[in-house]
């Protein structure tokens, strides 16, 4: 079997790149190995014959999770980039080996670049037929990336609805649009103090399942704050242009109902998103100001940067109100905290339920959206208590604020309802790319999800 990758860039020169998967070792001595984290994916061989570029590959037996596979196909791409490589031959007789690679060369090759003038999404095209779960879950991850990446006078609360009600399979799912006026009067009060401080008019969008609209299996939840500036308690103006990725929340949450309207998976899910954008303003909420959140929790705001725990405290009491779901998996790009405990490579997970945080601990590395399980503990709630009012916004001092955001979180979570919250701040956006994705958004969190499914839900 074969898989083809013609450049869709104009070339004075023809320079073809073949590459040969082996099932077994030749008698090649001069191999060369590729190791990610210390563990040995596969060995491989270049040398140059006919005019033409060849390397051997030779995947590891003892692994072969799909993940690793898929880097073969973006080892694969930065070869054929590092050789201007203007056609490119995969030949592999391992169909699903085959299908992994190709997965991972077509997710390594796009970028969101259509603001670059003579830019492409892509640099190569290929005919190859992935199956249709492959297919789905490839335009979902590009979906996502294209939803973190627009600036924020391209996507604001109302055009994040516009785009999203265009993607989805309309035969499996329906949307709920609610505009301020519904927002007020079902008294999502902390969601619209942060919103009150722009000319952007706030949204809640709903998504569910056909097959069972109530008592899902999982409910996901995502923070869409489509620029945050930290409103009155106000961000340093440098790196201020990447805060139009703080709706990576919501933008993860509609890539997942995507992939699942498209997909039909055999269980019952919902999803909301709450979109705002938090500005500075002569109507912005304020420092010190007392609000009542939808569960009837009044809560001080101490920094009004601290925004994002305000907007998914309302949509997840709402949303749990409405779909009363076993599960609440919510995403959020909520706090810089979590970049300085992590870094980069991991993103934050809480939970309250043992099973959930393994299972998703274990799709995490499956995939490579690695995430790394955080403690909840009264010690750190208590940081949120207040001599005056039920609830402070912020904790007490500098220190833990990715923990105290998710103690803040768990104060709305219904009793019983298993919970996992994903502090995805630092995983969202990379500038210099990473192993399976090109420069700029990553497209964290749905291909983690896309596995949790399949595992934690199989009988």
Known sequence: MKAKFISLSKSNQSIILSIDILDKSTKKNDYQSFKYNNVELFKYSFHISKFQLNFLILPSLANKKDFYQKI????????????????????????????????????????????????KNSKYKTSFKLSKNHIQLLKSINYLKQLVSEPSNIIYPESFVSLAQKNFNKKNMYTKILKEDKIKKIGLNCLLAVSQGSARKPRVMEFYNKKSPKNVDILFVGKGVCFDSGGISIKPSAGMEDMKWDMGGAAVTAAIMKYFSEINPNI?????????????????????????????????????????????????????????????????????????????????????????????????????????????????????????????????GRYGGSITAAQFLQRFIPPKTKWAHLDIAGTTWKNSGDLMNSKGATGFGLTLIADFIDTYFKK
């Not at 995969?90 to 090759?109: A, S, T």
């Open 72 to 119: 073969i196909g973006s080892f694969i791409f930065d070869q054929s980039i590092k050789y201007s490589a203007t056609q490119i031959t995969v030949n592999c007789i391992n169909k699903h080996l085959l299908e992994d690679v190709v997965f991972g060369f077509v997710q390594k090759d796009y970028i969101y670049s259509v603001y670059k003038s003579d830019s």
């Open 268 to 396: 019952s899910y919902a999803g909301i998103v709450g979109l705002v954008e938090n500005m500075p303003s002569s109507t912005a909420y304020k420092p010190g100001d007392i609000i009542k959140s939808y569960k009837g929790i009044n809560v001080e705001v101490l920094n009004t940067d601290a925004e994002g725990r305000l907007v998914l405290a309302d949509i997840i009491t709402y949303g749990c109100e409405v779909y009363n779901p076993k599960i609440v998996i919510d995403f959020a790009t909520l706090t810089g905290a979590i970049v300085v405990a992590l870094g980069q490579h991991y993103a934050g997970l809480y939970s309250n339920d043992d099973t959930i945080a393994e299972k998703l601990y274990d799709s995490s590395i499956n995939t490579n959206e690695k995430v790394w399980r955080m403690p909840l503990h009264d010690d750190f709630d208590k940081e949120l208590n207040s001599p005056f009012v039920d609830l402070k916004n912020i904790g007490a």
